[in-house]
């Protein structure tokens, strides 16, 4: 019987981690970010890792604390505004940064999830983010080129799953995690829970791309802009 | 010399939105806009986390940690509302679906080149996905002040910042006036100036050249 689901993080990222390796990681800002996977990473003290993440957390939360532990190097990501810490590597040449534009940084990942090695796009042209990339033309108009991105480990946090490893996500939660899924050699998803059936028509993200699965026993979905209606406050 | 507060100028923009627009609002005085869709136009707000159908902000026990817009402040949902992965967020953007974004600018040259991700020598979060919606969006439209807090013109020859993208922007709106653009080979138009703004005014606080 198919057996994809791990006691605890440790046990589902034993065996996955050496210093130095690439990790791809769902959310967007603070929302839909695997933070029970964060958690078990810390635990194990993995160090040179590279991140692919659209954000890099907060100083106390979110991969900032993988920062903070100095177990990452190099981030790939389109926006790190949030987090004080990571400023400080970076302006003393500690962490490595490659900015992407976010909707290039989601096709990368898609396309690398997909097979494909690179595509073309509008994105960035004439900016510094296309310095030194192929430039072609197709109907007049001039587009980059763009590689795909795959990891050795793909984290992400999902909502619902069965044990085979269909996914559902949750509202805004689901941002960058389905296309995570898909470029990891190895994808383990935390859950928030696991349910007996998944209605085919409701899955999200198949179970071909998962791997391994955990339940969520970190689910502090912390907010970043607490922004409520006036009025009726 | 008045011109126009954050709120007049998010109305005056939110005027630009026309009935059945799919719209993206950026960060700052955009956000406002959504606050001023006239009545009877019916605009579904796109947000780049993969949200489409953006409702008002929550009272305190609607609020919800998975809804969030991409300037990651708490929202609601609508009953049209969809969610989908960043990739198809962005297919929507780059694909072209995207009637009209409203985004703020640090400078727009006078070919619609646009600057608002990176000041050289001060910490760079990211463009996040301005260069995306720059790229992709049928109709840009900048929402700025006129001047920057020294007073040097934001509308200009050229940029003197990173670019955003170049030649991409059609309408700028800013405290004082408004500027439009035919297509992105037309020149930029003087169309209108805020109350108590006179046609000089503009001139003297614009380094671009424009059609008056």
Redesign the interface.
Known sequence: MVQKIFPDAAAALDGLLFDGMTIVAGGFGLCGIPETLIDGLLAAGTTGITAISNNAGVDDFGLGLLLRNRQIVRMISSYVGENKEFERQYLAGELELEFCPQGTLAERMRAGGAGIAGFYTRTGVGTLLAEGKELKEFDGETYVLETGLTADLAIVKAWRADRFGNLMFRKTARNFNPNAATAGRVTVAEVEEFVDHLKPDHVHTPAIFVQRMILATRNEKRIEQRTITRDAA | MTGWTREQMAARAARELKDGYYANLGIGIPTLVANYIPDGIEVTLH?????LGLG?????QQ??????NA?????T?LPHTS?????D??AM??GGHIDASILGAMEVSQDG?LSNW?VPGK??????????LV??VKRIIVLMDHTDKAGNPKFRRENTL?????NVVDMIITNLAVFERESRTARFRLIECAPGVSAEDIAARTEAAYLA
């Not at chain 2, 947000?47 to 949200?51: A, F, I, L, P």
């Not at chain 2, 910490?123 to 995306?132: I, L, S």
């Not at chain 2, 990173?162 to 170049?166: C, Q």
């Open positions: 947000s780049e986390n993969g949200m008002p902000f929550p009272t305190e609020i919800d940690a998975d809804i969030i300037g990651k402040q708490t929202i949902e969610y989908f992965s960043s990739a967020s962005f953007i780059r080149d990176m910490m760079v979060k990211g463009p996040g996905g301005a260069m995306d790229a992709g990173p670019y955003t993208g170049r």
